[in-house]
């Protein structure tokens, strides 16, 4: 099972720096709560084409360890609901939430997309490298839509196969490639579409992806702890990512939609 981590608190705690204080806040924690290429830094370049209000309501699914979604709410002072399947990270997410004092707007549940009730139409919503382990991406897409209100934005930060090349497994999402569906960046755009999205911007970020990658893990990286340290054979994992980034074999696209009022 790729996403099996256990004790995830525990294991945070002895990365990052002694102290409560430290460990209470989104800077301590940006390296380590966001599990995508890019971090707190492609979340910013998500929020542009967001356009958040403190009124909205954001839908994150597939939100991990809830890095991206108290970022956006703590950028935009709106309220963040996460799902995700995966109990460990929710729960994990839930008390990093509670340990930055953001309880009271950003909240996570364990589940898939499809068991959460439709009850509440969010303004918003956005996925950051999640379909790669979704094989009917239409579908799923099609439950993301349902929850949203009429004319919502939705944001992906996704990763596509560009090449047929084959892939060095493991990878962040899959460990042996037995979980992974990965798709052409045209067959994602076509998937999101017909799952009753209009689009509005759909853009490379390969190339800034790869410069993030040598930064954070490759050529400089920075000091202190990071992602890699806290996943099972994360910096394998994380090297055969961004090693396929650069040679072609995969790409990641960043995408805004809005919701079809029919």
């Known amino acids: 099972m790729t996403y099996a981590e256990r004790d995830l608190i525990a294991t945070i705690d002895r990365l990052v720096p002694q102290g409560a204080s430290e460990r209470s806040t ?8 966001h599990y995508h290429a890019g971090g707190s830094q492609a979340v910013e370049r998500l929020l542009d084409t967001m356009v958040l209000s403190p009124s909205d309501t954001v839908l994150d699914v597939g939100s991990g360890l809830g890095g991206p979604a108290r970022q956006v709410a703590a950028a935009s002072g709106c309220q963040v609901t996460g799902v995700d399947i995966t109990e460990a ?10 340990r930055c004092g953001l309880s009271d707007r950003v909240r996570f549940v364990h589940g898939d997309i499809a068991d959460l009730m439709p009850d509440q ?8 490298h999640v379909q790669m382990n979704i094989e009917a991406k239409r ?6 839509a349902r929850r949203l209100a009429p004319g919502a934005r ?3 930060w996704e ?3 560009t090449s047929g090349t084959e892939l060095s497994w493991p990878m962040p999402w899959s460990m042996d490639g037995s979980d992974s569906h990965l798709a052409t960046s045209d067959a994602l755009r076509d998937a999101i579409l017909g799952a009753g999205f209009e689009p509005v911007e759909w853009v490379d970020e390969t190339a800034w992806a ?5 930064t954070a893990f490759t050529g400089h ?3 202190g702890p990071n992602l890699a340290m806290l996943i099972e054979d994360g910096f394998t994992r994380m090297l055969n990512f961004a090693g396929a980034l650069a040679d072609g074999a995969l790409g990641v696209r960043r995408g805004a939609f809005g919701r079809s009022a029919g």
């Open 26 to 33: 989104l800077e301590a924690l940006q390296y380590l709560d």
């Open 89 to 98: 990270y929710v729960q994990a997410a839930t008390e990093l939430t509670d």
């Open 121 to 128: 139409s969010f303004d918003a919503g956005f996925t950051m």
């Open 139 to 144: 579908e799923w897409y099609a439950e993301i």
């Open 154 to 156: 939705f944001a992906v």
């Open 159 to 161: 990763v596509c196969r």
């Open 210 to 214: 790869i410069s993030w990658f040598d």
């Open 221 to 223: 990286p920075r000091p």
